[in-house]
């Protein structure tokens, strides 16, 4: 798969989310009758990503009611690879004691698609070269070819000093 240079990140954003998730429902009342729900599913998502640890890098349980199953997947590329090891998946969870009658699948643009964000560096450039580019916006020969040029050249320019 092409993603796999974003598995440490993906883990990694995982288990930050994770706690704080657990973090904010323990400090509500209300919420923390929700803790053990959550917990559950947390479980779960780690018995799926045991019995099929590739396919789960980029699959996340949506919802479990009913013993029905069902999980959200980037493309339909990486459905169709985990619908083969469905069964796989199913008899290996009903023995660690997951009673699930269906799994189902639903395709979504995930942020598993997403790459990493991008540290975006301030481009430096010297004095020496804006001298350059002011010098030859007004040197280069003024015809209708090299008008739009000198106009970004100048343009350059000005943002720079």
Do not use: Y
Request: aromatic share 6%.
């Amino acid at each position: 798969m092409r993603f796999n240079s974003f598995n440490a990140f993906d883990q990694t954003r995982r288990n930050r989310t994770a706690v704080e998730a657990t973090d904010f429902l323990r400090r509500d009342d209300r919420l923390a009758a929700l803790l053990p729900a959550v917990q559950r599913m947390a479980k779960l998502q780690q018995d799926c990503a045991k019995v099929l640890p590739a396919a789960f890098n980029f699959c996340d349980i949506l919802s479990f009611e009913a013993g029905q199953l069902v999980l959200s997947t980037p493309n339909a590329s990486v459905a169709a690879k985990l619908k083969q090891q469905l069964p796989k998946l199913q008899e290996a969870l009903s023995t660690k004691g997951w009673q699930i009658d269906n799994i189902r699948l639903k395709v979504q643009m995930m942020k598993a698609m997403a790459a990493p964000p991008v540290e975006r560096r301030q481009l430096v450039i010297p004095e020496v070269g804006v001298d350059s580019f002011a010098r030859l916006s007004e040197t280069l020969e003024p015809t209708k070819q090299n008008a739009t040029l000198i106009a970004a050249l100048k343009n350059l320019v000005a943002h720079r000093r």
